[in-house]
């Protein structure tokens, strides 16, 4: 039998209906992994806004000075690694004792010199202006050389400044450069001049 007329109608094949969009979705661009140097300015920083509200009285960033600066230094001093002897120790100035003592750990010059320098960077780029920045204050560098001193005779090693490489160039590089280019000069002006005796006499000292 024929099927019934107002039926309705058979559904469309699977290769007539809209097939989805099958392009991939666009990839997102990977974040940048940060440096060691900005995840570490980022932990010291971090470390810094903890230590204001539980400091006796609580600061804020903007009543923040040097002398506060300062007292951040000592108070990590707690966590320091590196043994520094005091004046009565034996072992005074010795870079290699033979034996332990009861000297205090406290933070090497160096750690400290570079924390410094990224809580520096870190106060400005958090909005903070330079002539206001507590971290660059005269008082924080005094302290800084003073840590210096007093930890390179404690334990017998000096700090010493990099020197900066300095270009030299020798008198004699001059002298030949500059004959060379009056040389060519004098030969410019002589062959303009048709050779008529100009010449060209130079004198360095």
């Not at 007539?16 to 099958?22: G, R």
């Not at 995840?39 to 009543?63: C, I």
């Not at 043994?83 to 406290?106: E, Q, R």
Request: charged letters at 20%; one cysteine or more; aromatic letters at 6%.
């Amino acid at each position: 039998m024929e099927a019934a007329s107002g039926g309705e109608p058979p559904p469309p094949p699977p290769s007539a209906l809209p097939q989805p969009n099958s392009s991939p979705p666009p990839t997102p661009t990977p974040t940048p992994t940060p440096s060691r140097y900005e995840s570490q300015k980022r932990r010291d920083w971090n470390t810094f806004q903890q230590y204001l509200p539980n400091h006796k009285p609580p600061l804020t960033l903007a009543r923040c000075s040097g002398a506060h600066v300062i007292e951040f230094l000592k108070y990590l001093d707690q966590f320091g690694k590196t043994k520094v002897h005091v004046t009565g120790c034996p072992y005074f100035g010795h870079p290699n004792p033979p034996s332990p003592c009861a000297c205090p750990l406290k933070q090497a010059w160096g750690s400290l010199d570079a924390l410094i320098g990224r809580l520096r960077a870190a106060f400005e780029e958090n909005g903070g202006k330079q002539e206001s920045n507590p971290f660059g204050t005269k008082a924080v560098r005094i302290y800084l050389r003073e840590v210096r001193e007093g930890q390179a005779k404690a334990r017998g090693i000096p700090y010493e400044k990099k020197k900066r490489k300095r270009s030299t160039v020798t008198t004699a590089t001059i002298v030949s450069t500059a004959a060379a280019v009056i040389t060519g000069e004098a030969g410019a002006i002589d062959g303009n001049t048709n050779r008529t005796g100009v010449s060209v006499t130079a004198e360095i000292v």
